[in-house]
């Protein structure tokens, strides 16, 4: 489980990265009125958030599929309601570029969702493999 999550950390850096690097060329090059401040906290949040969510979910699928499957739903809606406040406070604070920081955070929700979503079913999937292996 180790080497899943090492290997998930890194790919997730890997990602927030590029992410980083095509939204700093997007909005110093095309958008520059467009960037908003929040911009980094999103940069720090979903990678976070997404590595939190990833360890509980390897850690429930090594129990049972009941338990996976009610820590994915428990994780699926804590995380909605995380960025649901997150964007809230933002928008809220945030005196301009409302619809620049709504659109980038879809964004990264999408990415982010589907690249988890990629990631959990291979890592599980190698767990359940190596269980059957072992219990060969």
């Given at each position: 489980m180790k080497k899943q999550i090492r290997r998930f950390i890194i790919k997730t850096i890997i990602l927030t990265l590029g992410f980083s690097a095509a939204g700093g060329f997007v909005f110093y090059f095309w958008?520059?009125?467009?960037?908003?401040?929040?911009?980094p906290l999103l940069l720090i949040l979903f990678p976070f958030i997404s590595i939190l969510v990833h360890i509980q979910l390897l850690k429930a699928s090594q129990k049972s599929l009941a338990k996976?499957?009610?820590?994915?739903?428990?994780?699926?809606?804590?995380?909605?309601?995380?960025?649901?406040?997150?964007?809230?406070?933002?928008?809220?604070?945030e005196s301009g570029n409302k619809n620049a920081f709504v659109i980038t955070?879809?964004?990264?929700?999408?990415?982010?969702?589907?690249?988890?979503?990629?990631e959990i079913l291979r890592d599980t999937k190698k767990i359940s493999e190596d269980n059957q292996n072992e219990s060969k």
């Open positions: 958008l520059k009125s467009a960037y908003f401040d929040a911009f996976f499957n009610v820590v994915f739903m428990l994780s699926f809606m804590l995380k909605l309601i995380i960025y649901a406040v997150f964007a809230g406070v933002v928008i809220s604070a955070l879809l964004l990264m929700y999408l990415i982010y969702t589907v690249f988890e979503t990629k």
